[in-house]
């Protein structure tokens, strides 16, 4: 329980630091220089990361709640369309149209999904945190930025092109869920 806990607390830290605090981001940036602060971004990221996933796979399911029969199939629809979110931010879509934070609404998405089809003590915490984590974060970047502009509209093509790459990204991860979680979701024939 530890080893999430510390993985949460570090990418909470991490992430909000920027949003709540803008003044202590351009202070580090301007001791360490700009190449240096993402690089130790990175690599608290990748830690989090790691202890999250070690720290979930080490906790003994705890069964709290049973999750409907049709937890995993809903689930797996609502975490495609996730993935598809989070690719969103990173080329021009209609999809920033709709959201202002098509990522951040992506994890809280997959959280809520996880959340549903799972109801273990352990997925409880984990999803649990980095959806409120989520969502915490929309709120200090409306706060710090203010007002959203929508863009511009662009061609279909590129809305299709995000959702193709975000599905191949879904496959990928249905691939390597047992490698991450310890959780099959695809079975053998």
């Known amino acids: 329980m530890l080893l999430l806990c510390l993985g949460l607390g570090l990418w909470c830290a991490v992430h909000l630091t920027p949003a709540a605090a803008p003044d202590v981001r351009m202070r580090l940036i301007g001791n360490l220089g700009e190449i240096t602060y993402k690089l130790l971004f990175s690599i608290l990221l990748i830690l989090s990361i790691v202890l999250m996933v070690d720290g979930w796979r080490s906790i003994q399911p705890g069964l709290v709640v049973a999750p409907p029969a049709v937890a995993r199939p809903v689930a797996m629809v609502v ?24 990522q951040l609404t992506g994890v809280v998405l997959w959280s809520i999904a996880h959340l549903f089809a799972n109801g273990e003590v352990r997925s ?8 409120l984590w989520a969502i915490g ?5 409306n706060r710090r930025e203010g007002v959203w502009t929508k863009p511009n509209p ?18 990928i991860l249905l691939f390597a ?9 695809i079975s053998a024939p």
């Open 154 to 171: 662009v061609p279909v093509a590129k809305d299709i092109q995000t959702a193709v790459a975000g599905t191949a990204a879904y496959s």
């Open 177 to 185: 869920h047992p490698y991450l979680s310890g959780v099959a979701l």
């Open 79 to 102: 975490v495609l369309i996730a993935v598809i979110l989070l690719f969103a931010p990173y080329v021009q879509t209609n999809i920033k149209r709709v959201l202002r934070h098509p």
């Open 137 to 141: 974060e929309m709120i200090l970047i």
């Open 124 to 131: 409880i915490i984990l999803f649990g945190v980095l959806g």
